[in-house]
Nanobody
Framework: QVRLVESGGGMVQAGGSLRLSCATS????????MGWYRQAPGQEREFVAG??????RYADSVNGRFTIAENNARTTVYLQMNNLKSHDTAVYYC?????????WGQGTQVTVSS
């Protein structure tokens, strides 16, 4: 069984920074693609950033402010979030993709106060 363990969420003032981490554990630990989604109250889950084979992709709303990275073993993915805005407030979910199957983390709350 695969588990994704997220950390690094919290509360920060607008303009501040946070760094999220997501580590894999279990039988399969290395994934070809990993990334982050988020879900704000009353809204659908939306893509934030992804990384696969060293290539990164970002949602337009975070491009230039957020940076995704992974360790060499592809067992941990990070999301550096700078210049946070109130609309970044959401639960952030890590995902790991193997083929067509996604594994999800439990989510970590990020709250940005204005």
């Amino acid at each position: 069984q695969v588990r994704l363990v997220e950390s690094g969420g919290g509360m920060v003032q607008a303009g501040g920074s946070l760094r999220l981490s997501c580590a894999t554990s279990g039988k399969i630990r290395s994934f070809p693609a990993m990334g982050w989604y988020r879900q704000a109250p009353g809204q659908e889950r939306e893509f934030v950033a992804g990384i696969a084979s060293g290539q990164t992709r970002y949602a337009d709303s975070v491009n230039g402010r957020f940076t995704i990275a992974e360790n060499n073993a592809r067992t941990t993915v990070y999301l550096q979030m700078n210049n946070l805005k109130s609309h970044d407030t959401a639960v952030y979910y890590c995902f790991a993709r193997m083929g067509s199957e996604n594994t999800w983390g439990q989510g970590t709350q990020v709250t940005v106060s204005s």
